[in-house]
């Protein structure tokens, strides 16, 4: 099973704030209908009530909600961006944003397992950066890349 749908992936994608950040990576859960765009509003509102906890590492934010009945599949999205965008965070700018949603408050253990063994990937972000269309980005995450693994 992949940990994330091709579908749900985008690279070099524009967005000039945090806010275009997440509406970027949430659009695809949109898209594939996954989430009602009011979802996108909630991990939006999250970051702004309780501030840029999302940034987990140097580049990377994992925007998420709590369950609620916008989200219709657990699912995940990922996208780069064209160019790093500050968060708030003293752990520096973001290019690379997951949107998670969760129909409920246990499935998105495992995910987010699966997200921590991802990012434990020795440069990880920094493969994940080099991607230039979905199809690499695809197989990079999804462990069947072949390239990138000095």
């Known amino acids: 099973m992949d940990l994330i749908k091709k579908e749900n992936l985008k690279v070099h994608e524009k967005a000039d704030t945090w806010e275009q950040a997440i509406q970027c990576a949430g659009q695809l859960l ?3 209908g996954d989430i009602e765009p ?4 909630h991990m939006i509102n999250s970051v702004k009530t309780l501030g840029p906890y999302i940034v987990l590492t140097p580049r ?3 925007a998420h909600s709590a369950p609620c009945k916008e989200v219709k599949h657990t699912s995940v999205s990922l996208i780069t961006l064209q160019k790093p965008v500050d968060f708030g965070s003293d752990k520096g700018p973001v290019d690379v944003v997951m949107a998670l949603a969760c129909t409920d408050t246990t499935s998105h253990m495992e995910w987010i397992q699966k997200i921590a063994q991802l990012l434990m990937r020795k440069d990880i972000l920094a493969q994940i950066e080099k991607c230039t269309d979905t199809e690499q980005l695809y197989q990079l995450i999804n462990g069947t890349s072949t390239k990138g693994d000095d």
């Open 38 to 41: 009011a979802y996108i509003d």
């Open 30 to 32: 949109v898209t594939n």
């Open 60 to 62: 990377f934010a994992l």
